[in-house]
């Protein structure tokens, strides 16, 4: 199952709402999940069921969708979240991620 | 809190086999309903799924690895491990072990650092 990502990359400022999509090339229900990856450090799971928000995890990331069409926002960009986010499907093996869409400061 | 650990050799030569391990702590290798997977990140690229061994020893792996690939757990000694066999340079990358607490897969919800591995003679 093919993820792709879009955009692959975007400049927002600090109170910014941000939405980037993963769409997949076939049905996958709710079994994505989406994971923020900054530099040096390992990746963190934000949203899994395509909307269901992982413990610990600010309420400013929610995620929305379901089939092939997936959202993840970010309500107001804040100085931490910028970093590249990845999102992957669990509905059949192989696994697999989306390319990623960096976030960067404007 | 469980916590993971990748360790192996930084450097390895091509065609030879690359080993992995990936050690647990703060929580049971054996519990049910667990997973845990490897992953990897080529140098300026992005994540790509290696494969899964569920808590029974059933494993899944991502074909475009060609059958090089075997994942284990050793429960006896907290550790899975990741083998890849006939590397080349397009091995190269970091390397992490991570676990999916999910009965049904949700999604990855703890990583180890990730351990960088580089294929070069």
């Known amino acids: 199952i093919q993820l792709t990502q879009s955009p692959s990359s975007l400049s927002a400022s600090v109170g910014d709402r941000v939405t980037i999509t993963c769409r997949a090339s076939?049905?996958?229900?709710?079994?994505l999940a989406w994971y923020q990856h900054q530099p040096g450090q390992a990746p963190k799971l934000l949203i899994y069921?395509?909307?269901a928000l992982e413990s610990g995890v600010p309420s400013r990331f929610s995620g929305s969708g379901s089939g092939t069409d997936f959202t993840l926002t970010i309500s107001s960009l804040q100085p931490e979240d910028f970093a590249t986010y990845y999102c992957?499907?669990?509905?059949?093996?192989?696994?697999?991620f989306g390319g990623g869409t960096k976030v960067e400061i404007k | 809190q469980l916590q993971l650990q990748e360790a192996g050799p930084g450097l390895v030569k091509p065609s030879e086999t690359l080993s992995l391990i990936c050690t647990v702590s703060?929580?049971?290798?054996?519990?049910?309903?667990?997973?845990w997977g490897w992953i990897r990140q080529p140098p300026g690229k992005g994540l790509e799924w290696i494969g899964n061994?569920?808590?029974?020893?059933?494993?899944y792996y991502n074909p475009s690895l060609k059958g090089r690939v075997t994942i284990s757990v050793d429960t006896s000694k907290r550790y899975f491990s990741l083998t890849l066999s006939s590397v080349t340079a397009a091995d190269t990358a970091l390397y992490y072990c991570?676990?999916?607490?999910?009965?049904?897969?949700?999604?990855?919800?703890?990583w180890g650092q990730g351990t960088a591995v580089t294929v070069s003679s």
């Open positions: 069921y395509a909307s």
């Open positions: 991570a676990h999916d607490s999910g009965s049904v897969l949700r999604g990855l919800d703890v």
């Open positions: 061994i569920y808590f029974s020893g059933s494993t």
């Open positions: 992957q499907q669990l509905n059949d093996y192989p696994l697999s």
């Open positions: 076939q049905d996958i229900n709710t079994y």
């Open positions: 703060g929580g049971s290798i054996s519990s049910s309903n667990y997973y």
